[in-house]
């Protein structure tokens, strides 16, 4: 039958604090919504982590590198391919052989009417206006 061995433990429970005896519904509310929004930051947190422990060989996250590309500078010795930098300075140069080749080599004299008609060289009349006013 039974064991007539007494328990070791006491029969009676300790009482406990209960520290949210005195919350309202509006504080376990916002409580809740405190809880969620650093969730929502620890799990923020944990994929930026992520990211970076996955792109940590990509150079662009030196901040040196980063630093030189920002001002123009060619990365491509770093590496095999071409940078930034250089896929620029072909497209300056495409830009360029395509005015070179729009060049007729035409020398045109404008009637004041054009140049008034034309933003670009009225602005430009205005500028050399403004020098002559300045000069003179």
């Known amino acids: 039958m039974g064991s007539t061995r007494s328990h070791p433990l006491p029969v009676e429970m300790p ?5 949210f005896e005195d919350w309202t519904e ?6 809740i919504d405190r809880l969620n929004k650093r969730l929502r930051e620890i799990d923020s947190e944990r994929v930026q982590v992520q990211e970076t ?7 662009m996250n030196d901040p040196d590198v980063r630093k030189m590309v920002e001002n123009g500078e060619h990365i491509c010795h770093m ?8 896929e620029m300075d072909e497209e300056e140069e495409e830009e360029e052989e395509e005015e070179e080749e729009d ?19 009225t602005a430009q009349v205005d500028k050399v206006d403004e020098l002559r006013a300045h000069f003179c």
Not at 79 to 86: I, K, N, P, R, S
Not at 103 to 121: A, H, I, S
């Open 15 to 19: 009482a406990t604090s209960n520290e």
């Open 26 to 31: 509006k504080d376990f509310d916002e409580e």
């Open 79 to 86: 590496f095999d391919g071409e940078c930034l930098a250089c």
């Open 103 to 121: 060049y007729d080599g035409e020398v045109r004299v404008l009637t004041e009417e054009e140049v008034q008609n034309d933003p670009e060289m």
């Open 53 to 59: 422990l996955e792109d940590d060989d990509d150079i």
